[in-house]
Structure formats: C-alpha cells, structure tokens
C-alpha cells in the first residue's frame, strides 16, 4: 500500500513537471513568435553575406517576421530609406554625414553593425605580393601598365573597378589610394557592380586587380599587401592596417519594431563574436575607436 501510494506521488510529479516544462517551452516559443512585420534591406554588397546570414538566423528565433535583402551598391541603402522604400539602408560609410563624392542623408541614423576590412586583389597568375600606396594609385590611375613595372612578369595590368556609388569604392580610393582618382576607361578597364561581380571577374581574369571586402577572397586570386602590411584581422585591430571601414545600418529616424530587434541581434554578442566573425568580419568591440 505504501509503495503504491509513493508510486502515485511519483507519477503526479513527473506529470506535473511534464506539464509545466511544457508550458515554459510554450511561453518562450510563444514570446519569441510575439515579433511580425517585415524589413525591406538594400544596399551594401560587401555587407550583403553578413545581412543574409543574420536574417537566416533571426528567422528562426521570429518567424513571423519576413525579411528581404538586396544589393546595388552602399548609396543606394539610403537612397532606398529615403524614398520610403526600405527599412534598412545597408552602407559602408556613416551616410549621416558627408563623405567625398556623396552629401549626408538628412534625418537618417547609422547603426553601426560591423568592421568591414578590405583588400586590393588579384588574379592568381600574377607574381606580385606587394604594392605600395604609390604604385596602388600608379596603378589605378593607368600611370602603370604592365605589370614588370611594379616587379611582376612582362604582361599588361586589367584594373576592374566597381561603379560609382559603391562603399567598397569609396573606402578603397579614400584609404587605399590617399584619395588619388581612378582612371575611367581604356582597353585594359572593366568596371562592375557589385562585390560579387568583381570576385567574378578578378577569379577568371587573367593579370587583373581590383579590391573587395575579405568575405569575398577565393584561392584563385591573391589579397596583396599594402606597404608591406597585410590585410589581416589582427592588422586592422592593432592599427596597422588603414583600409577598412564600419558598416552601417541606416534608418530613417531611430528603428522600432522588428527592424530594432534585427539591428541589435546584429550588434548582439553571440552573432558578432560567432557568424559574424566566420564571415571574415570584425567584430565592432575590437575596435578602440
């Protein structure tokens, strides 16, 4: 009689137990489910990798919330909130303020959301590991055209650009060329429109350069050094390498609603020291400035 009624004791705890870890799952199921809308991003497509991943795992935690991302170049982010037609205006600059070639975005708030390192890249074929600011600019400018010029082998330099408006443009002239202008044409000139256009065509374009965010880097081409100084994450972070940028987040005003709750999962801990950083990005907090 006594062991039946501890078995009956026993079995109301674990039904108990059963039920009420059922309705905190439900409760925290529930909680993360609370969230709906829908976020319209534009923008950046060196930030473009690190807003898909984020918006695949934020999904998950609220799938109520549908989210959209799209890239045509960092000015085109704000452009996009202003005219109303996106939540979130993916950049490669602080577009609240103005910046060489573009005015500020009135009335626009930059959230920032990641270190964004670039690199001048090239081919695989080419024998060059090394440029300095001056042959960079010597280089880009159409000054320099073959490549024996800056050591290399006895062949003509392809210099791909990315269309005016990019963020990846505009970090690499400002800090890579020393703000020195980019030739504009010429037989060995292409130019493209996007971050993934030129991993494109630098990997099938044999004796080409160009420049893109480390995401972006392949074994079929080479992220060269800049005054000897390589393009690493622990180089941005101690200060000796100069060509990187924050990525930003614009919005119009400060976010509310599901487009707060994206931008700071973003920002949050967990995503920026965990996907984030396997993306080839830097973390906001390592920076001191």
Known sequence: MKSKFFKNIAFTAIALTVAFGSISMANIADA????SGKIVINGSSALLPLTLQAANEFKKLNPKV?????????????????????????????????VPGFKKFDGQVANKVAVIPFAAVTNSNVKVANLSTKQLQDIF????????????????????????????RVNFQMKALDGADFMTKGDNYKEVKSSGDMKTAIETTPNSIGYMDLVYVTSKMTALKINDIAPTEANVINGKYKVWSYGYYMTKGQPTGATKAFIEYVQSKAFQNGSLKKLKFIPISAMKN
């Open 141 to 168: 400018s159409g000054k320099v055209k073959n490549w024996k010029e800056v050591g290399g082998s006895d062949a003509e330099i392809v210099v791909v650009n990315r269309a005016f408006g990019s963020g990846t």
């Open 32 to 35: 993360a489910s609370k969230l």
């Open 66 to 98: 549908k989210i959209s991302a799209s890239a045509a170049g960092s000015v085109t982010g704000p452009q996009a909130v202003r005219k109303g037609i996106a939540d979130i205006g993916a950049c490669d600059w602080d577009a609240s303020l103005d």
